[in-house]
């Protein structure tokens, strides 16, 4: 029997979360046939290359996955997140995504989410103690929204 060194890391290099994220891929697609995922991103930058806003997820088998949707103190109420939500899931649809996925927290934006079609899915309370943590879902097929200002 082989020996392996097990050791638990707090702060483990980037590139070594990547490689584990991508052999699950290899297994998902290994078994689904769908082979479609892409990283999706969308940043929102000062004048100095600053990010006062951003939105990470991906797309795979017809599903957008919203992991990350931040806007700066400064900058909320502006449409800064709504317009980053908008362009990914208009980004998913070209990707020939139906749905979208994302959770939240109730001290996050899940009314935010709502206003935009987003339904909860799930609830877990006390995630963490205090507060409920939420699995959204919206069906992309039922609306296309038009890019504007408005608020976030």
């Known amino acids: 029997m082989k020996t392996y060194l097990l050791k638990l890391e707090t702060e483990p290099p980037l590139g070594d979360v990547r490689y584990l994220g991508?052999?699950?891929?290899?297994?998902?697609?290994?078994?689904?046939?769908?082979?479609?995922?892409?990283?999706?991103?969308?940043?929102?930058?000062?004048?100095k290359d600053r990010i006062v806003a951003g939105l990470h997820g991906w797309t795979w088998a017809g599903w957008l996955k919203i992991n990350y949707l931040w806007v700066s103190a400064g900058e909320r109420r502006q449409g800064r997140g709504r317009q980053m939500l908008f362009l990914a899931e208009a980004e998913a649809r070209k990707r020939g995504c139906s749905y979208a996925m994302l959770y939240t927290y109730s001290f996050q934006a899940p009314d935010f989410y709502h206003k935009f079609g987003y339904r909860i899915l799930a609830t877990i309370e006390g995630l963490p103690e205090g507060h409920r943590q939420y699995t959204l879902v919206k069906d992309l097929t039922l609306e296309t929204p038009t890019i504007g200002r408005g608020t976030s």
């Open 22 to 47: 991508d052999r699950l891929y290899d297994y998902n697609v290994e078994h689904t046939g769908r082979n479609d995922g892409q990283w999706l991103a969308i940043f929102s930058r000062d004048e």
